[in-house]
């Protein structure tokens, strides 16, 4: 099993920053991905970005050149930085995990609320 913990969410105005963490516990070996996803209210949750074993990175769109992803392998923790924050950032966040060769992301974190004010 895998442990997801968030922390780093919070209230932020337009324009600020933020950055998330999640710390990683249990059998991490089996991990090949990690995801941020978002879900706001009365929306889907979406996939905000993964980065996998080999660093390879995949963002949305609507986050390109705002926000970065980062792993700090000794700490067992990914990281969320996020810049130039809007209100429609507004949302849930949720650290997720994908295991080796599967197609499906099998582990989440209990997520942790990032609000911009206007």
């Known amino acids: 099993q895998v442990q997801l913990v968030e922390s780093g969410g919070g209230l932020v105005q337009s324009g600020g920053s933020l950055r998330l963490s999640c710390v990683v516990s249990?059998?991490?070996?089996?991990?090949?991905?990690m995801g941020w996803y978002r879900q706001a209210p009365g929306k889907q949750r979406e996939l905000v970005v993964s980065i996998a074993n080999s660093g390879k990175t995949d963002y949305a769109d609507s986050v390109k050149g705002r926000f970065t992803t980062s792993r700090d392998n000794a700490k067992n923790t990914v990281y969320l930085q996020m810049n130039s924050l809007k209100p429609e950032d507004t949302a849930v966040y949720y650290c997720a995990a994908r295991r080796v060769g599967a197609l499906t992301w099998n582990f989440w974190g209990q997520g942790t609320q990032v609000t911009v004010s206007s």
């Open positions: 249990g059998s991490i070996f089996s991990i090949s991905v």
